[in-house]
């Protein structure tokens, strides 16, 4: 089966979101089978929405992306129009939902897809180094091993057991 679109998700792609516009029913679309719908079902479906553009009355699709997703305004000003304007159903897909990527989709024909956009995302900054001695790798007392720990309670108990004994021979001397 080959769709009128093939989707390629390359290998480690991470913070793409992809904004398709969905004609069929609202029924269909409520109980959209998203294996079918996209031509493979997703590792983590919970990266797949499917919702009423009616659900964001006062905010649009527009703004859903930039408030709720995190897509930076510059890159979603160009379709503002376009993506205020759609109706009925969309289905938002995270990049996230094909765990590895390296993935192509065949979206049924009544997917459409309207644009792709990326998450901005903060460079990660590298905290301040700590050079405490507290905070350098394998600081403190060792722990041992089982073996060695039962090794160590044998002996104590055995000392203990020699020290009780000893006292009681102790004992039994001086009353006799």
């Known amino acids: 089966m080959t769709g009128l679109q093939e989707i390629e998700l390359p290998p480690g792609e991470r913070g793409r979101i992809r904004?398709?516009?969905l004609s069929m029913s609202e029924d269909e679309a409520?109980?959209?089978?998203?294996g079918r719908a996209l031509g493979k079902y997703p590792d983590d479906p919970s990266r797949?929405?499917?919702f009423p553009v009616s659900n964001l009355d006062g905010l649009g699709l527009a703004g859903y992306l930039v408030e709720g997703c995190g897509?930076?305004?510059a890159q979603v000003a160009p379709d503002r129009a376009r993506l205020d304007a759609l109706g009925g159903h969309v289905l938002l897909?995270?990049?996230r939902a094909y765990a590895e990527g390296g993935v192509t989709l065949e979206p049924e024909p009544a997917l459409t897809l309207?644009?792709?956009?990326?998450e901005d995302r903060p460079?990660?900054?590298p905290g301040p180094l700590i050079e405490t001695e507290s905070a350098k790798p394998f600081t403190g007392k060792p722990r041992l091993s089982p073996r060695d720990n039962r090794a160590a309670s044998r002996r104590a108990g055995a000392i203990f057991f020699g020290l009780v004994m000893l006292l009681l021979l102790v004992?039994?001397?001086l009353v006799l």
Not at 30 to 34: A, D, F, I, S, T
Not at 114 to 118: A, F, K, P, V
């Open 114 to 118: 309207i644009g792709t956009y990326d």
């Open 93 to 95: 897909l995270f990049s």
């Open 30 to 34: 409520r109980h959209l089978e998203l």
């Open 71 to 73: 897509v930076p305004e």
């Open 19 to 21: 904004v398709f516009s």
């Open 171 to 173: 004992v039994v001397i």
């Open 123 to 125: 460079a990660a900054r």
């Open 48 to 50: 797949v929405e499917v």
